[in-house]
């Protein structure tokens, strides 16, 4: 079972525009991670964001945190064309170590 | 350094053969993860392991599927009379005791014919 689900499911984009994805979950969590898979790569984590916490920047990365609507966005600035890949998000919820990813949002740039 | 490594890249088995697909974890992390990933789905959760123990199995589909990590650093998960259904990307993760960064070898994508 999935607890986050990425909206959109695809995302097509010409190089220099922000791309804006979002992750809803049905539970409360304890952090919100996003990772990013190159095609045929493993995950590489982006960013992590506590429950208390409600913005972080990382280089082009905005990543904000809804709490009341359960609710992420990874939002990413000037892009290029080697931000094409898809997106996940990933929950952490109580005492688990175990995160549990969403589906992902597939992101192509376009040069 | 050297990352999250795994073998076989690939691997194309006859329905009801066994596999086994290994891990090279980030030296000195203790934590240690197994996930199956299909064809356009995130990562789905199958096992977990602290050093040796392996605290949580929960994600393991059926009993054909078993994963061991006997001295706290390689670990190989092993699918006995491989399904069709077992196709999938198998991916390897690992992580210092602290849970939140966990560090992806690059999967070995399971093909069974």
Redesign the interface.
């Given at each position: 079972s999935?607890q986050?689900e990425e909206d959109p499911q695809a995302l097509s984009i010409q190089e220099g525009e922000n791309a804006t994805m979002n992750c809803s979950y049905k539970t409360s969590i304890n952090?919100l991670?996003w990772?990013r898979q190159n095609s045929?790569?493993?995950?590489?984590?982006l960013i992590?964001i506590r429950s208390n916490e409600r913005e972080k920047h990382s280089g082009r990365l905005r990543v904000t945190l809804d709490t009341s609507k359960k609710s992420s966005s990874l939002l990413i600035t000037a892009s290029r064309a080697a931000d094409t890949a898809s997106y996940?998000c990933?929950t952490?919820s109580g005492g688990?170590?175990?995160?549990?990813?969403?589906?992902?949002t597939s992101l192509i740039v376009h040069p | 350094g050297a990352g999250v490594s795994q073998s076989p890249r690939y691997k194309v088995a006859k329905r009801g053969q066994d596999v086994a697909l290994r891990c090279d974890p980030i030296s000195g992390h203790v934590s240690l993860f197994w996930y199956q990933q299909a064809l356009g789905q995130g990562p789905e959760f199958l096992t977990y392991f602290q050093n040796e123990a392996q605290l949580d199995k929960s994600g393991l589909p059926s009993d054909r599927f078993f994963a061991e990590r006997p001295e706290g650093s390689v670990s190989t998960l092993k699918i006995q009379r491989t399904q069709q259904e077992d196709s999938a990307v198998y991916l390897c993760a690992s992580s210092i005791p602290s849970p939140d960064t966990q560090y992806f070898g690059p999967g070995t994508r399971l093909t069974v014919l």
């Amino acid at each position: 079972s999935q607890q986050g689900e990425e909206d959109p499911q695809a995302l097509s984009i010409q190089e220099g525009e922000n791309a804006t994805m979002n992750c809803s979950y049905k539970t409360s969590i304890n952090n919100l991670q996003w990772y990013r898979q190159n095609s045929g790569r493993g995950l590489v984590h982006l960013i992590l964001i506590r429950s208390n916490e409600r913005e972080k920047h990382s280089g082009r990365l905005r990543v904000t945190l809804d709490t009341s609507k359960k609710s992420s966005s990874l939002l990413i600035t000037a892009s290029r064309a080697a931000d094409t890949a898809s997106y996940f998000c990933a929950t952490g919820s109580g005492g688990s170590y175990i995160p549990t990813f969403g589906r992902g949002t597939s992101l192509i740039v376009h040069p | 350094g050297a990352g999250v490594s795994q073998s076989p890249r690939y691997k194309v088995a006859k329905r009801g053969q066994d596999v086994a697909l290994r891990c090279d974890p980030i030296s000195g992390h203790v934590s240690l993860f197994w996930y199956q990933q299909a064809l356009g789905q995130g990562p789905e959760f199958l096992t977990y392991f602290q050093n040796e123990a392996q605290l949580d199995k929960s994600g393991l589909p059926s009993d054909r599927f078993f994963a061991e990590r006997p001295e706290g650093s390689v670990s190989t998960l092993k699918i006995q009379r491989t399904q069709q259904e077992d196709s999938a990307v198998y991916l390897c993760a690992s992580s210092i005791p602290s849970p939140d960064t966990q560090y992806f070898g690059p999967g070995t994508r399971l093909t069974v014919l």
